[in-house]
């Protein structure tokens, strides 16, 4: 078998995620189905980063505001998604590192050091808005005081220890679970609000006032933010790792098709969720004329009067619980991923996922005493423009490390995949600058 390490400074180095590294066994001679459900788990996990909190206070801000017009962003955030994923499974499969630990082979210390502080920035927003999230679904349907709220979600921290414990499958059928509770309920608010058929299919369609308008921008570019997430090109690259699949060139081949197929069809999952949140705040608030209704809070109680029945706002705070739930497992998971990658600092399970947890726990405890129900949506929402804007310096390192033929080998991205990934990194990037230039210099 060819060295595929050839490309990096230490051919030698730890596994990631060594306690489930190559964990989970793939059938060698079984057929496709049997083999595509042996791969199947990694892009479910991904895809729950895709329908956070986060994404929910930008969709039902979005759809409010503007109707169906936004649907074009979430469908092409959907498509860098599946590209950009795809490059992150392909760097895990083949070079055998995550994005954290390969960008610390290549760079120096001092720009690790820099890309480990944006990341863990990154983690920190997405965690500010998974841990909101799950502490207002807990006080819309319990009562629970928000920053209680807060509190409990530190819990999950030992809940991914118990879990992992008893087997990553096991971690992966929850989060799975809990995905499909949230597509249950979101398949029930569409029927709700009964939307119009047209309207939706010309909101797939871009328009150039998506750009134009500073405002929808500003949500444009959230979305990007809460779709694209830059922790996931992390967690992804490494929990492919998990499958134990033969490491050689045939069957590092096999495991990117069968690996890209999961995290493809999950993806298109996630998309649906995302759609369908921004498409029942556009039929329910938009239409109705209440457009300035932003707020997770005001979206739960105006369901029920709209709508005309209870459980519209009970099926809406389910999901939500779960969509928050579901995050803040895979986002302190990513928490220890880059930790490891980028510092090499081997903790102890539970109190590695403690610090991560705290980074995100601590600041969100703060803005919930301080701000409470009033302004967690606006917070959600900027929680997601700070991820995109933080995106760039995950996607640009991991864009080069899988164009690089002496990385990777003959399994180097193909020229049309080169100029697409350059294509995405440079539209987020334009992006980015142009939504820091709005909100610092334009009017």
Known sequence: MKNNNIGWKREKHINSLPEVFSSINIPKDAGFWKKLFAFAGPGLMIAVG??????????????????YTLLSVILISNIFAMILQHLSLKLGIVAERDLAQACRDHFNPTTNFILWVFCEIAIAACDLAEV?????????????????????????????????????????????????????????????????????????????????????LYIAIGILGATVMPHNLYLHSSIVQTRNYERTNEGKKEAIKFATIDSTLSLFLAFFINAAILIVAAATFHTT???????????????????????????????LLA?????????????????????????????????????????????????G???????????????????????????????????????????????????????????????????????
């Open 50 to 67: 895709y329908m956070d909190p986060g994404n929910w206070a930008t969709d039902i801000a979005g759809g409010a505001q503007f109707g």
């Open 132 to 216: 909101i999230g799950s502490a207002i679904a807990l006080n819309l349907l319990f009562g629970i005081p928000l920053t209680w709220g807060v509190v409990i979600t530190v819990v999950d921290v030992f809940l991914i220890l118990f879990l992992q414990a008893r087997g990553f499958r096991i971690l992966e059928s929850i989060v799975a679970g809990l995905i499909f509770i949230i597509l249950g309920c979101f398949a029930y608010e569409i029927i709700l609000s009964n939307p119009d058929i047209f309207p939706i299919l010309s909101g797939l369609v871009p328009q150039k006032e998506v750009v134009t308008n500073p405002s929808m």
């Open 289 to 319: 004329g209440n457009k300035d209704v932003a707020d997770i809070h005001d979206a739960y109680k105006m369901l029920t009067p709209i709508l005309g029945t209870t459980f519209a706002s009970i099926f809406f705070a389910i999901a």
């Open 323 to 371: 969509s928050g739930q579901n995050s803040t497992l895979t986002g302190t998971l990513a928490g220890q991923i880059v930790m490891e990658g980028f510092l090499n600092i081997r903790l102890k399970p539970w109190l590695r996922r403690l610090i991560t947890r705290l980074i995100a726990v601590i600041p969100a405890l703060i803005v919930t005493i301080l701000y």
């Open 373 to 443: 129900e009033k302004g967690t949506t606006n917070l959600l929402v900027l929680s997601q423009v700070i991820l995109s804007m933080q995106l760039s310096f995950a996607v640009v390192p991991l864009v080069m490390f899988t164009n690089d033929k002496l990385k990777m080998g003959r399994f180097v991205n193909k020229p049309v995949l080169k100029i697409s990934a350059w294509v995405i990194s440079g539209i987020i990037i334009v992006l980015n600058l142009f939504l820091l230039f709005q909100t610092f210099i334009g009017n």
